[in-house]
């Protein structure tokens, strides 16, 4: 079936570091979205995006739609402590039905002992 | 954006038992969707729940394991039938949010643990 490649799967972050994750796709995406889960939550949306190229910025949150539409990546600038948690890519393939999103298997942020 | 609620937030049950989870969204949506999240894993779309019709099921996934019901515009419940303890997960409901049509909103979801 289809799958989304994210990577990478997980890293320690120190505070104040900037932070960069991405997601690859076989299928052309018409929308890329990125989402964050904390432990014993549901997935909150970051960021969407719609278009190819378009770059969006959240705060300190940034995402691109990649120009060949099978791609996009999140940027983290300046990390804090609260940005622990698991991130996840997401995407509607084109032809897929409504809520039938792809998502990847999540980048892990962890703090740096 | 709409917000979701869910209850059990988390059961332990045992083997060869049912259980309903329930979710209710604070506005009226269109679709609602119910989603499955292994330990450690990604999410996977289970089914559609639609509102007076029978839920659309995504491959592996079939009516006789995982009921839905859907009476209206805000309230949803799936049934994770027979358990066993590959049924072990999180089962989170969405609803498509008001940014776009392929933005989904979550429920902090529903923890089960199978013994």
Redesign the interface.
């Given at each position: 079936g289809q799958q989304l490649n994210q990577s990478p799967q997980s890293m320690f972050i120190q505070e104040g570091e900037d932070v960069s994750m991405n997601c690859t796709s076989s299928s052309i995406f018409n929308t890329w979205l990125w989402y964050k889960q904390d432990p014993g939550e549901g997935p909150v949306l970051l960021i969407a995006l719609y278009k190819a190229g378009e770059l969006t910025s959240n705060g300190r949150l940034t995402a691109q739609f990649g120009i060949t539409r099978k791609d996009s990546f999140l940027n983290i600038s300046a990390s804090i402590p609260s940005d622990v948690g698991i991130y996840f890519c997401a995407g509607q393939r084109v032809g897929g039905s409504q809520g039938n999103l792809i998502f990847g298997k999540g980048t892990k942020l962890s703090v740096k002992p | 954006?709409a917000v979701?609620s869910q209850k059990p937030?988390r059961d332990i049950c045992q083997r060869g038992t049912s259980l309903t989870i329930q979710c209710q969204v604070d506005s009226q949506v269109t679709?609602m969707?119910w989603y499955r999240q292994q330990p450690g894993?990604?999410?996977?779309?289970i089914a559609?729940a639609n509102q007076g019709s029978e839920a659309?099921y995504?491959?592996g996934f079939v009516i006789d394991k995982f009921p839905i019901s859907r009476p209206n515009l805000t309230f949803s419940t799936l049934t994770v039938s027979n358990m066993s303890p590959e049924d072990s997960s999180i089962y989170?409901c969405?609803a498509?949010?008001g940014?776009?049509?392929?933005?989904?909103?979550?429920?902090?979801?529903s923890?089960l643990t199978v013994l």
């Open positions: - | 954006s979701i937030s679709m969707f894993q990604s999410l996977t779309l559609t659309t995504e491959s989170l969405s498509q949010g940014s776009g049509a392929n933005v989904l909103t979550f429920g902090a979801g923890r």
